[in-house]
């Protein structure tokens, strides 16, 4: 299963873009990238996903490196709400498999 | 659309107590998932339904563990025996099978501590 690397905390200024990193290098052509986000105590909420081209809603940006090797999720204008902690996740679908593997994940503090 | 609900939030049970928890999905969404958390971690994967077939359990879902979806629709997860190392946060998650592949939608999660 592919595994992702993401630094363990960041911060952004509020009204700032948010620039979050991940690194998925062993993923494989058929996973998914997807970005999740947890605030404290609350069930991870869907951000963004893509497959290998980049993607935009009206949350976030993704933006997938052409080897998918490494993806950036892009907050463009972070509020205080934005602060929670960031997953960068690999989504393996096969015949009888489904799942999201998810890695430590990413703090991210935006202050005033 | 209400969400994915789960009950109960939170539960505290001794040491080799069964407990049952419970979780519905969005309607009409045939894909369901449970999840484990523990403090500092990510959501650990542990079994997935479509519909009211289990078609993945994770080598984490011990024999102590089980998890059914009669019919299709909400799902329940028992923790036989409970141990001092199941205190976690479990989380449920559904999504809808067709076309892409459409994201998963997390319940609030039930809380154990097992004391």
């Known amino acids: 299963d592919a595994k992702t690397t993401q630094p363990t905390s960041m911060d952004c200024a509020e009204g700032r873009a948010a620039n979050l990193p991940c690194n998925h290098s062993?993923?494989?052509?058929?996973?998914?990238v997807y970005w999740y986000r947890q605030i404290h105590s609350q069930g991870p909420q869907y951000i963004i996903h893509?497959?290998?081209n980049n993607e935009t809603n009206e949350m976030a940006s993704l933006i997938i490196t052409e080897d998918r090797k490494s993806s950036t999720l892009i907050l463009p204008h972070a509020t205080l709400r934005d602060t929670a902690v960031y997953y960068c996740?690999?989504?393996?679908?096969?015949?009888?498999?489904?799942?999201?593997?998810f890695g430590t994940g990413t703090r991210l503090q935006v202050f005033p | 659309d209400t969400g994915v609900s789960q009950n109960p939030r939170h539960k505290i049970t001794k040491r080799g107590q069964n407990v049952t928890f419970r979780c519905d999905p969005i309607?009409?969404?045939?894909?369901l998932y449970w999840y484990r958390q523990t403090l500092g971690q990510g959501p650990e994967f542990l079994t997935y339904?479509?519909?009211?077939?289990?078609?993945?359990k994770s080598r984490l879902l011990s024999d102590r563990f089980s998890a059914e979806r009669p019919k299709g629709s909400f799902s329940t997860l028992e923790i036989q025996r409970t141990e001092q190392g199941d205190s976690a946060m479990y989380l449920c998650?559904?999504?809808?099978?067709?076309?892409?592949?459409?994201?998963?939608?997390f319940g609030p999660g039930t809380r154990l501590t097992v004391t």
């Open positions: 998650a559904s999504s809808y099978r067709g076309g892409p592949p459409y994201e998963q939608y």
């Open positions: 062993t993923i494989s052509g058929n996973e998914y």
């Open positions: 893509g497959l290998k």
């Open positions: 996740i690999v989504r393996v679908i096969l015949r009888n498999t489904d799942k999201l593997i």
């Open positions: 309607s009409e969404h045939n894909r």
């Open positions: 339904f479509q519909n009211e077939a289990q078609l993945e």
